[in-house]
């Protein structure tokens, strides 16, 4: 039962539903998106990349930095603006260097919309796949033949300018 369900629901029970609204949200079978401890949610086709403003509607390539004293989120849509954004961010945020800065890219191989798996990017492999800015990386959690470990594919996404 869903929002909109449950409050359909709740108003034909009368007073009698608002005791229940509690009991009702403990129970809902809607499903949220499982992200990882620390991520904030990207709401899909309405967040923007904060390197390239596009709209974040492909998961496939997803990507989020997340840390600071104010535990700042930055989201993208493709993890090639992750790397320029890191290399231009770098001076003004030092934080970036901290290692409880958290950094997550979405594994091109989540098995649905629904169900999205979140990769470290330096424990991660990149392969080529057509990406929505055109840098062409996508990320994978087995090694394949031909991908690159994060700094590789950073200095590839570097050269290749944009």
């Known amino acids: 039962m869903c929002d909109s369900q449950r409050r359909q629901f709740l ?3 009368g007073i009698g539903g608002l005791l229940l609204t509690p009991l009702a949200a403990a129970l809902s079978g809607c499903k949220k998106d499982d992200w990882p401890e620390g991520m904030a949610e990207i ?3 309405r967040d923007t990349c904060v390197r390239c403003s596009m709209v974040i509607s492909d998961r496939r390539f997803a990507a989020q930095v997340r840390g600071g004293p104010d535990n700042t989120v930055f989201k993208f849509d493709d993890p090639g603006c992750l790397a320029f954004w890191l290399k231009e ?14 950094i997550w890219v979405a594994d ?5 919309r629904e169900q999205m798996n979140w990769l470290d990017p330096k424990r991660a492999h990149f392969i080529t796949k ?8 996508a990320a994978v959690s087995i090694p394949m033949p031909g991908s690159l470990d994060f700094t590789d594919m950073r200095q590839h996404t570097l050269a290749k300018g944009k």
Not at 89 to 102: G, I, S
Not at 108 to 112: G, H, R, T, V, Y
Not at 130 to 137: A, E, I, K, L, Q
Request: no cysteine; hydrophobic share 30%.
């Open 11 to 13: 108003g034909r029970l």
């Open 43 to 45: 709401k899909w086709d």
């Open 130 to 137: 057509t990406s929505p800015m055109g840098y062409n990386f």
């Open 89 to 102: 961010k770098v001076d003004r945020y030092p934080w970036l260097a901290d290692p409880a800065t958290r």
């Open 108 to 112: 091109f191989n989540s098995k649905s």
